[in-house]
């Protein structure tokens, strides 16, 4: 993706004192928490009609990475769109659009695998859920 993109899903995420640090800005650890929030919330809503989900199989973080785009400060309100921006066999890709104040301050992309828990191997991205992930797939993901 060459552009900021501005994710479907959208959550309003608190800043709090207490994740500043010693420059007086928020820490840059704190976003992949923040991003992690983002991402358990976006999941358990998706997959709330699957008691099976999280317990027999669910996801894994591969891999996560940050842009860090501006200083944020607290007290503050964190806007962040989360979507998909590509879906493959066993894996697909996230990316979290992190706003303060209406300007960009972060953004975080992520590989997130399905798993099967009980045999702690990865496994084909079930039909039905690739069907769910499509629909907060990114404009320009088919690029």
Known sequence: MNKLQQPPHRVSVPVRWGDMDCLGHVNNARFFTYDE???????????????????DYGLI???????????????NDLDVHYGISRIGGK?????ALMHAGGEPVARTRAIVVW???????TLPI??????KLQTYLLPDAAK
Not at 38 to 46: D, K, S, T
Not at 64 to 73: E, K, P, T, V
Not at 115 to 121: S, T
């Open 37 to 55: 929030d983002v991402r358990l919330g976006f999941f358990n809503q998706l997959m709330a009609d699957d008691p099976r989900f999280w317990k």
């Open 61 to 75: 973080l591969a891999h996560i990475g940050c842009d860090f785009l501006a200083q944020l400060h607290a007290p």
């Open 115 to 121: 798993f099967d828990y009980r045999e702690q191997a």
């Open 126 to 131: 079930p039909d039905g859920v690739r069907a």
């Open 91 to 95: 894996s697909f890709e996230t990316q």
